[in-house]
């Protein structure tokens, strides 16, 4: 199906380990985002992506590492979770910059 | 510092009581405005874009209007399948489409 997909749709993780979120969109838009979204917080942009092998940080960007080898594939990784980190996490593409941007379903991620 | 805020956080109508959404802002350079639906447990639904003061968008029972300072989302008649977050934000230029968003506003529709 057409779209931006994320997955997985939940985690449960250990303090410490290594997570990857993956997220993946159809449209080739050349922007991709990440951003968490917490009570109190509302959504947080944590990377953003202008293009292929271009990536730069947001307003949360400690803790977490991207990479964009692809146009379509956008994963976030958490090097070392940790319970701060405990969030619902959304992936969103716009064609250009200033357009509006599409998101995908999220994936809750609890570290324990 | 870039600023989005949303009035009320909150709002309770009956089915058919008309009412409006302020999101203001405080934003140098804006480049446009975008106006969200977030349901529970899934992610915000794209409803607007607007880009210039004066302009004004319509979506079913939804309206959206922008000025200078903020923007207004009008819900005309709504039903209870309108019950959502809706969520405003902004996006400056050259900031690489970073959107900037407001802490939203829950509506309930009552029948």
């Known amino acids: 199906d057409a779209g931006i997909t994320q997955s997985p749709r939940y985690k449960i993780t250990e303090t410490g380990r290594q997570v990857t979120l993956m997220c993946h969109q159809t449209w080739s838009h050349s922007y991709m985002f990440w951003y968490r979204q917490d009570l109190g917080h509302g959504l947080r942009l944590i990377y953003y992506s202008a293009a292929a092998d271009i990536t730069d940080k947001g307003e949360v960007p400690d803790g977490y590492v991207v990479s964009r080898s692809k146009t379509e594939n956008f994963p976030l990784t958490l090097e070392s979770a940790t319970r701060s980190q405990t969030s619902v996490y959304f992936c969103?593409?716009?064609?250009?910059?200033?357009?509006?941007?599409?998101f995908g379903q999220g994936t809750r991620l609890t570290v324990v | 510092e870039d600023q989005v805020t949303q009035s009320p956080e909150a709002l309770r109508l009956q089915e058919g009581e008309s009412s409006s959404l302020n999101c203001s802002y405080t934003v140098s350079g804006l480049r446009g405005l975008f106006w969200y639906r977030q349901d529970p447990g899934k992610g915000p639904e794209f409803l607007f874009t607007l880009y210039s003061a004066g302009e004004e968008k319509e979506k079913e029972r939804l309206k959206a209007t922008l000025t200078k300072k903020e923007s207004f989302l009008h819900i005309t008649a709504p039903k209870p399948e309108d019950s959502a977050t809706y969520l405003c934000a902004v996006v400056r230029y050259n900031q690489g489409g970073k959107l900037i968003f407001g802490q939203g506003t829950e509506l309930s529709v009552k029948p």
């Open positions: 969103a593409s716009s064609r250009q910059g200033g357009t509006e941007a599409f």
